[in-house]
């Protein structure tokens, strides 16, 4: 059975940080692409961040420098790193497995002004 778990969402300041993981079971996580998605209220589910098996890694326009995704194979977990928060980053993220229809249960993340 797969199971995508994420945490550490919260409230923050904007200009804060908050740093998100993503525990993974039931795959084979490092020969997996991964991501992180987000969706604000009213919006469509976006791309933030992938990084591939080989730890190649993108990022949408709108986080490039603030947000640093990585993944450690040994624990079986993704991570993003989000620094420099804005008001606009407010969403629920998340984790996904690239290619497939695997998700995790999202984690509110709220950047207040």
């Known amino acids: 059975q797969v199971q995508l778990v994420e945490s550490g969402g919260g409230l923050v300041q904007a200009g804060g940080s908050l740093r998100l993981s993503c525990a993974a079971s039931?795959?084979?996580?490092?020969?997996?692409?991964m991501g992180w998605y987000r969706q604000a209220p009213g919006k469509q589910r976006e791309l933030v961040a992938a990084?591939?098996?080989?730890?190649?890694?993108k990022y949408a326009d709108s986080v490039k420098g603030r947000f640093t995704i990585s993944r450690d194979n040994a624990k079986n977990t993704l991570y993003l790193q989000m620094n420099s928060l804005k008001p606009e980053d407010t969403a629920v993220y998340y984790c996904h497995k690239d290619a497939t229809n695997y998700w995790g249960q999202g984690t509110q993340v709220t950047v207040s002004s």
């Open positions: 039931g795959i084979v996580f490092s020969l997996s692409a």
């Open positions: 990084v591939t098996r080989g730890s190649s890694t």
